[in-house]
């Protein structure tokens, strides 16, 4: 008759216990599971951040890395990721035109000022005639890229609204030649090359320094904040809007500008 008190106790508090936990939480099996595809660098360091803070509030941050810009949209637009955190607005809208996709921005999170490196020259005033500089081939970036150069008076565009290419160079005085790559490549070919202007995610995986060691590098003021963006009709959703507080938290602003000292920038 004891045995059996002890082992009708020994299920009571299990079960109590089991209740409390169910109170006091989510358990891992029972939370809600969220996965964004994010560049490596700082954008899945951002939502490694913030994953604690999401775990307590009973969402699983799943953190898919891509070291591409073609991949995270495609994620999304498909639904095999919920959300995606690598892209501005620009690149956002004109993946949309051009693949028919249904991407928006839910938020900006931060800004990544794009800079000019070289392994060649200190100054820009070195620039030789007939230097060949490295630029990315994407739509969106190429044109941010270009107008960085004009503001550099290296060239001279038509005008500066809408897209830009090669074709939009009005006035060319050094002779410059335009070598056109993918965003990910330009840091591997510095060497080969008088300079480069190159994302500041690539740039800092290639332990560039966006401050130090850029020949001339956009203002704070850049309209091209890295979003994290949904597919249509998600915006609302409410593991999203959760991931959303905690990005445009006090917490994470002060954990951007800790960690990477003004090369990348708090946009919210």
């Known amino acids: ?7 009708f106790t020994a299920v009571i508090v299990a079960a109590l216990g089991t209740a409390c936990g169910a109170g006091g939480g989510k358990s891992d099996a029972d939370a809600k599971k969220l996965t964004v595809a994010a560049s490596q660098i700082p954008h899945s360091e951002i939502l490694e951040h913030v994953k ?3 775990k307590k509030e009973g969402i699983d941050l799943k953190i898919e890395v891509r070291p591409d810009y073609v991949t995270p949209n495609t ?10 955190f690598f892209q501005h607005v620009p690149f ?4 949309n035109k051009e693949k028919k996709y249904h991407i928006v921005k839910v938020a900006n999170v931060h800004i990544e000022p794009m800079a000019a ?13 007939g230097a060949t500089i490295a630029l990315p081939n994407d739509t969106s970036n190429l044109t941010r890229s270009l107008l960085l150069l004009e503001d550099q ?9 809408g897209n830009k290419t090669e074709r939009n160079i ?15 490549l330009l840091p591997r070919i510095l060497d080969q090359i008088d300079l480069a202007v190159i994302n500041t995610n690539y740039a ?3 332990k560039l320094n966006p401050v130090k060691d850029n020949l001339f590098i956009e203002g704070k003021d850049s309209p091209y904040a890295n979003v994290l963006a949904t597919k249509q009709g998600k915006e609302k959703d409410e593991s999203i809007q959760k991931l959303v507080k905690a990005l445009n938290s006090p917490d994470t602003k002060k954990f951007i500008e800790d960690k990477y000292k003004g090369a990348v920038v708090p946009a919210f």
Do not use: C, H, W
Request: glycine share 2%; aromatic share 4%; charged share 45%.
């Open 1 to 7: 008759m004891k045995k059996l008190r002890v082992l």
């Open 52 to 54: 604690p803070q999401l």
């Open 75 to 84: 994620l999304v637009e498909e639904g095999k990721a919920d959300a995606n």
């Open 92 to 95: 956002m809208e004109a993946t």
């Open 117 to 129: 490196y070289s392994k060649k020259i200190k100054k820009v005033d070195e620039l030789k005639e």
């Open 153 to 161: 008076k290296l060239i001279k565009l038509d005008n500066r609204d």
């Open 170 to 184: 009005k006035e060319n005085p050094k002779k410059i030649k335009f070598k056109l790559v993918e965003a990910a």
């Open 204 to 206: 800092i995986q290639a």
